[in-house]
């Protein structure tokens, strides 16, 4: 009878360490470690592991989770940032300005999402803005653009905007489809991401 009682307390514990082992590792609960390849360019970060079959099953739950496509990184590769240049955790409360130029990259999307990974509830569709609109604003010039985050447009009519309406604490994540062989060998060293400035708060939120 003792003997059956520790089997049971022994798998009780497994399951409970394994589950919380599986929270902690995939990324559940924030600030928690990343696995696998990971990759951090002042802020923004990527794993070079997810879409490939050496990905672990702690990545794997993180990319289900965010509702990534999980393309092999030849196809497309994600870089996502929670903060601003400064570090302060992306809110909707504030206004902020992403500038950058081109990406070595076939094409890419920046793309905006709450804090439940979803995209924003709210009926702006403005939620996204890619190299297509980065062309038309720089005229084929330098490459270089720029688009405001808020949950107002901006006054000029003109300006390129990604709506944070209804989105709370959120991230911006960046795809990169059909990378060059560069980038996939030194991401580091071949990859300028976006800058984000904040420009102003609202309530006193900084």
Known sequence: MQAILKILVLSVLGLI???ASAVWLGGLI??????????NIHGWQSDWSIG???ANPYVRARVARNGLLAMR???????ATLTDDTGARL???????VAGGDFPAKWWSITLYDA?????MNEDQHLSFDQTKARSLSGGNDGRWSFQISQEPPASDTAAWVSSRAASS???MLRLYQPNTALLADPEAE???PTIEQLSCTDGAS
């Open 116 to 120: 439940d990974s979803r995209l924003p």
């Open 73 to 79: 990184k030849e196809e497309a590769v994600y870089f």
């Open 191 to 193: 990859l300028e991401p």
């Open 91 to 97: 809110k909707d409360a504030c206004t902020y300005r």
């Open 17 to 19: 360490f394994g589950g």
């Open 52 to 54: 490939s079959t050496s």
């Open 170 to 172: 959120f991230d911006v």
């Open 30 to 39: 924030p600030n928690s470690p990343r696995t696998g390849d990971t990759i």
